[in-house]
């Protein structure tokens, strides 16, 4: 876990490795969201880039005997 530091503009930067890790580049959209007592930070990406990212997952679906 990092910590960070607010700035007296309330700012703060997230660390090089976790930017790198999430491909975080400058300009780029966050969504911020508050649950319960924390602060949640989202990268917002295009629905054209994502294409791809769920290939390969299982979409197999064990049902009860009842539903078809």
Request: net charge positive; glycine share 4%.
């Amino acid at each position: 876990m990092k910590a960070v530091t607010v700035s007296p503009k309330y700012q703060i930067v997230i660390p090089k490795e976790i930017r790198e890790s999430m491909e975080i580049r400058p300009g780029e959209k966050l969504q911020i969201i508050q649950y319960l007592n924390r602060i949640e930070i989202i990268p917002v990406r295009d629905v054209k880039k994502m294409r791809g990212v769920l290939r390969g997952i299982s979409t197999d679906v064990k049902r009860d005997r009842d539903r078809v």
